[in-house]
């Protein structure tokens, strides 16, 4: 990474936005495996979270089942949240973001890869542990591909809507629950796609539609947020 | 006109309760966006003239 | 300035805090007559003399207060991620003044249309919170007004707030349409043709004639109380220009 941001090792390296995208994806993902509390952190709040529903409302298996669609959607929701934080706080306190802004390398492109990785640790992992979570929840087997396929294409948007509130507040010393503030309303749509997907799944309707309406927000995340995301970091390192 | 005294005016046909209720709160929001500008105009103005004056006795 | 003839030129003046504290002086007794009239005028209508609702009675006379502040809510939303946005650009400070202005106003005229929905939800409805799809849209902006708002104290350099509540505005301002449609969305799904509160099939004239004028007033008022606080704002981040320090001694000698 380092030689990445000089203009003349880049000119040397002959580096293209692919290769830019892929070394960016590989250094986030090796700095937070070092890290393994964080990586784990979101999943373990998650399983809590998932705990609280039948101690705090009922553990009767109808009840929660018919609640389980949308308490897994809120749980997933909450978890990416609480990791969003970290985002880009590391790289803002050791300098290294200073840097990346003011290297010549195209910003779209080191965001997209810095989301990406955020997602496969936090987003890609919750999608793989949720039917584990499902279960104790007494989500019917039905509906456990839309679980996975809601989560799999919703959990990208939130990355990217997440890393904007990331990126806007990672100047500020106690920008943690400002983040909460600042996202939780425009994760809403994701939320109501996101739960219908997996009711539809549940009640044995067809998914597609729901799928093509989450599909359609990530498409607009991806075009739109990392130049959201790239001018919230200037602001904020800048200021 | 849609009503025929005043009490009937002052009831809404039994609906008075909300009615007058959301056009006292429509009035408070109103005026509060009126009255907190201009207090906080007011206290502004004296602050900062008060500070220009200061500098001026000091230099 | 002659090869950029195509920005009009109003538009550099508007640029110009001086002028524009002076012009928002100008204008403000006009909009405040304006406002007051068509406000007074519009509530003895729209509670005296607009006939009543044959179904809902007359607490369909909180629509007169209801729609214009909803209306209001968003528009004050959009003008202020269009002003932020025009401050972003062009760096223009007057633009981030009226963004942050804008703010407080919105969440207010946000509040009262939630509330006055919540009160016409008692008698229309029979209870004091429906999760109707426009009072949940309406709460979610009032949700998005608070996120500029915070993020705006929480930032202490004045023009790096100005800049991160102008971004987030504007990711605010391309997400309510999404947020709306989905909540309308979700709102069908689950509550299969309840009773609408604002959505009539025909209105009579004698009902909409005064709503408009309610409204148009609205728009006046807002007028007004921006300008106030555009005033406030300008004075106090061009408080170590010349022309505010004549100003403030000029009436301070009187």
Known sequence: MADLLTNAAAEQAQI??????????????????????????????FLMVITLFPLGVSPEPGFLAQLAPGALWVAALLATLLSMDALFRTDYDDGSLE????????????????????????GLALTLVAPVIAVMLFLPAEGMPGLMLSLLIGTPTLSLVGAIGAALTVGLKRGGVLISLLVLPLYIPVLIFGTSAVQAAVTGLPLGGYLALLGALLALGLALAPLAIGAALRISVSG | MSFNSISEFLTMGGHGLYVWLSYGLGLVVILANLIVPLQAGKRLRVQLTRRLLREKQGS | MSDK?????????LASPRWCYQICGKLLPWFTALALGLLIGGTIWALVFAPADYQQGNSFRIIYLHVPSAILAQSCYMLMAIAGAIGLIWKMKVADMVAKSCAPIGASLAVLALLTGAIWGKPTWGSWWVWDARLTSMLILFFLYLGVMALNSAIESESTAAQATAVLALVGLVNIPIIKYSVEWWNTLHQPATFKLTEKPAMPVEMWLPLLVMVIGFYAF?????MMRLRNEILRRERRAGWVKELLLSKSAV
């Open chain 1, 16 to 45: 293209g936005p692919g290769g830019l995208f892929m070394a960016t994806l590989r250094r986030d993902l090796l700095l937070s495996l070092r890290r393994k509390s964080e990586l784990v952190n979101p999943l373990i709040f």
């Open chain 3, 5 to 13: 003839k195509w920005m009009p030129r109003w538009f550099y003046q």
């Open chain 3, 222 to 226: 807002f007028a007004v109380t921006l």
């Open chain 1, 99 to 122: 840097q990346l802004l003011l290297s010549p390398q195209p910003l779209f492109i080191v965001v997209l890869a810095k989301v990406l990785a955020h997602w496969m640790l936090s």
